[in-house]
């Protein structure tokens, strides 16, 4: 559930005011026919003070606030207790639940379900109650102007007042309930969405060093060339020394140039590798959390050697690395990544150790803020990924954009919930893509290499 920092100053007080002129409206208009229509004996002053008490207050609110404003929830509690009452007000002077109108004392209710949380929401919904209540007691009869009474048989006003009742509850709920996981979903994916676009700043980053890596390569090494030749043929021993510093600072350029440009090069190497090497690079931030992570490619029938060729995209990369992340979290002392493929499917099976997922929530595995298993220890070595929440969620929606088909179950049947150390007892998640032109293999008849763009020096100045 979100706290209530999240849902604190999410109403614009402009969205409310809105609504109220709309409510004003039609009030207006609702008076105006039972007076003209209906021929109804309404006393038209008190009608025009209630309603004049809301335009009031919405002339008020615009007048002082920006129209920007946004407004805490207490705020907007209170703004939506304020309409309740003024609608419950109508509704005495008309007849109360005799009214057919006594039925929008419900939109306060279903407003505050969308906006606020649980306790705000009981709060207008108990007002609602309370008012509803009310003037299904106390009331000023209908009459029509010729003196008839416009009254409704005892047992349909009781039946009214239940359904609204009902209605305000199941409402209420059920707009809370979609609101929640709408605001929820809507959270997890501008999470899923920042994770990938640090993937991708990382990997373009990486192209670019590598890029720059191999265009300066050229002229360092034509500098300590040069620089080795007036080493050897210099007798001045000031020239000499300063012949010998060019050679030492270019050589110091040229092994950082290669160590930062040492994971690959802007050309297709960098976006398509053994599925393996995809796997690897996955897995290498929780290599050294503590636990052992085996990284088993094919077997006796399908020989490493054979593995296909994957395209190298950051979905790829920071799905399978959520799962492998879950797993170290939960593991008791070793995690299995097993990659295997046939003629049809790749899959990648990530295992555990761990105590598993717990039955109930299997279901709800892979949505967004849905706690799986409760780890008795603190990892101290994962200070990066402490208080994520989201990295299931995180891989089930980077995975499947990639084409893949995702499954969550447990090593050991019947759940126990105890860890078994060294066995594949605890939790297993699997990710299996199709083969083919539209999969995530590259295609390896092109070639895997390709000029690197050069950097135009004047055109950069």
Request: net charge negative.
């Amino acid at each position: 559930m979100f706290s209530q920092a999240v849902l604190e100053n999410s109403v614009r007080l402009r969205t409310l005011i809105i609504l109220r002129w709309v409510a004003i409206l039609g009030q207006i208009l609702a008076v105006l026919a039972a007076l003209h229509w209906f021929d109804l004996d309404l006393d038209l002053g008190l009608f025009a003070a209630v309603i004049a008490i809301s335009i009031l207050a919405n002339t008020m609110f615009i007048l002082i606030y920006p129209q920007n404003k946004r407004l805490s929830e207490t705020e907007v509690a209170a703004m939506l207790v304020f309409d309740t009452v003024q609608l419950a007000v109508l509704l005495y002077l008309s007849g109360g639940l005799h009214n057919p109108f006594s039925v929008l004392i419900v939109a306060p209710v279903t407003v505050a379900a969308t906006a606020l949380t649980l306790r705000a929401t009981l709060i207008v919904a108990l007002m609602a109650f309370l008012a509803t209540s009310l003037v299904a007691r106390f009331h000023i009869p209908l009459h029509t102007t010729q003196g008839a009474l416009l009254n409704m048989p005892e047992i349909f006003v009781y039946g009214f007042w239940v359904a609204i009742l009902i209605t305000i509850i199941f409402l209420g709920l059920y707009a809370h309930r979609i609101s929640t996981e709408m605001r929820l979903m809507s959270h997890a994916l501008l999470a899923t969405q920042m994770a990938l676009s640090r993937e991708q700043k990382l990997t373009d980053l990486s192209r670019v060093v590598a890029a720059a890596a191999h265009e300066l390569g050229t002229p360092l090494a034509t500098i300590t060339l040069v620089s080795s030749e007036l080493t050897d043929e210099l007798e001045n021993p000031e020239h000499l020394e300063d012949a010998q510093l060019i050679r030492e600072q270019a050589d110091r350029c040229r092994d950082i140039l290669h160590s930062m440009g040492k994971h690959g090069k802007d050309d297709m190497l960098i976006r398509q590798a053994p599925l393996s090497a995809i796997i690897h690079e996955a897995a290498e931030p929780h290599m050294n959390r503590g636990k052992t992570i085996h990284i088993r490619v094919g077997d006796d029938k399908l020989p490493a050697a054979n593995q296909p060729v994957v395209l190298r995209q950051p979905e790829i990369v920071h799905g399978v690395r959520n799962l492998i992340q879950n797993a170290v979290d939960f593991a008791s002392t070793t995690v299995w990544v097993d990659l295997c493929w046939n003629d049809q499917t790749l899959s990648v099976r990530v295992v555990d150790d761990g105590a598993g997922y717990a039955p109930m929530v299997l279901g709800n595995i892979g949505h967004p803020f849905v706690r799986k298993r409760k780890s008795k220890r603190k990892d101290e070595g994962r200070a990066e990924y402490e208080g994520m929440g989201l990295g299931l969620f995180i891989a089930k929606t980077l995975l499947e954009r990639t084409g893949a088909e995702l499954s969550f179950t447990n090593g050991t049947d019947p759940f126990t919930g105890e860890p078994e150390p060294g066995e594949r007892s605890g939790a297993i998640a699997m990710a299996i893509w199709k083969r083919g032109p539209d999969g995530i293999e590259a295609d390896t008849t092109k070639t895997t290499s390709a000029e690197n763009p050069r950097f135009d020096s004047q055109s950069a100045v």
